[in-house]
């Protein structure tokens, strides 16, 4: 069974940007679908809650130089 989040991104300016965070989530073991929005400042990420670590998803947002604050 699947799980989805939004987290609040922050430092999203364009489609470049999006693109940037949907590869870094989607690098992530266990995720199965991601939707960012530059213009909302959010990230949709379903996923597989046996399998995915919310904690090294929300990391790997950050190593792209993206600030997550929820
Ligand atoms: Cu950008």
Request: hydrophobic share 40%.
């Amino acid at each position: 069974m699947m799980t989805t989040v939004q987290l609040k991104v922050q430092g999203m300016k364009c489609g470049g940007c999006e693109s940037n965070v949907r590869e870094a989530v989607t690098a992530c073991p266990g995720v199965t679908a991601v939707k960012a929005s530059h213009k909302e400042g959010l990230v949709d990420i379903e996923y597989d809650p046996d399998t995915a670590v919310l904690a090294e998803i929300r990391k790997a947002i950050v190593d792209r130089g993206f600030t997550v604050s929820d």
